[in-house]
Nanobody, 121 residues
Framework: QAQLVESGGGLVQAGGSLRLSCAAS????????MGWYRQAPGKQRELVAH???????TYADSVKGRFTVSRDNAKNTVYLQMNSLKPEDTAVYYC???????????????WGQGTLVTVSS
């Protein structure tokens, strides 16, 4: 099963930028979709952005024009560049991999442990 390890969270002032990274490891043959979700205190987890192996992207309306998702298929790594951050972007950000095909040809999903992003006003 794939393991996802996130990095890049932290504290930033409003208007600032952060870049999150998430690397998948394990007996991976391919990954269909990789992306980012977030969960703010007292709220449900929501999709932020995801990207397919072919490069198609989807963004939440709240982050369009500010966040950019990208991936390196050779490294099984997904990135989230976050610009013009707002206090309402404060949340735990989770990396996700959907349609992870193992070398044994099983298909699963995987989640990271989450990384905290705090945007101060």
């Amino acid at each position: 099963q794939a393991q996802l390890v996130e990095s890049g969270g932290g504290l930033v002032q409003a208007g600032g930028s952060l870049r999150l990274s998430c690397a998948a490891s394990g007996s991976i043959f391919s990954i269909d979709t990789m992306g980012w979700y977030r969960q703010a205190p007292g709220k449900q987890r929501e999709l932020v952005a995801h990207i397919t192996s072919g490069g198609s992207t989807t963004y939440a309306d709240s982050v369009k024009g500010r966040f950019t998702v990208s991936r390196d298929n050779a490294k099984n790594t997904v990135y989230l560049q976050m610009n013009s951050l707002k206090p309402e972007d404060t949340a735990v950000y989770y990396c996700a991999a959907h349609g992870v095909v193992s070398t044994a040809r099983s298909i699963t999903d995987a989640w990271g442990q989450g990384t905290l992003v705090t945007v101060s006003s």
